[in-house]
């Protein structure tokens, strides 16, 4: 365990931007499945739907710094490839 003050305190923030990582990663991994069950299920409707939303929520986590900008835009070419092609 730290001694320092400050490095306590350090333990303490990274503690919290691990949870708020850990919470934001998990709602994209959600989004995604919703789209790949809707691909899966050849429901271009409902996939359309997921990937609105999944696109949207990949680019907020973005944004926040979660992911790295080309790894955001890998995800989302990769799911509207996986629309397109029902």
Do not use: P, Q
């Not at 001694?3 to 850990?22: C, E, G, Q, W």
């Amino acid at each position: 365990m730290a001694n320092i003050k400050s490095a306590k305190k350090r333990i303490l923030v990274n503690r919290t931007k691990a949870a708020r990582n850990k919470s934001i990663r998990s709602e994209v991994k959600t989004s995604i499945k919703k789209v790949e069950a809707a691909v899966e299920a050849k429901d271009k409707a409902a996939a359309e739907a997921a990937l609105k939303d999944a696109i949207s929520t990949i680019s907020k986590a973005t944004s926040k710094g979660v992911y790295h900008k080309n790894n955001c835009a890998r995800k989302v070419s990769r799911l509207s490839r996986a629309v397109n092609g029902i």
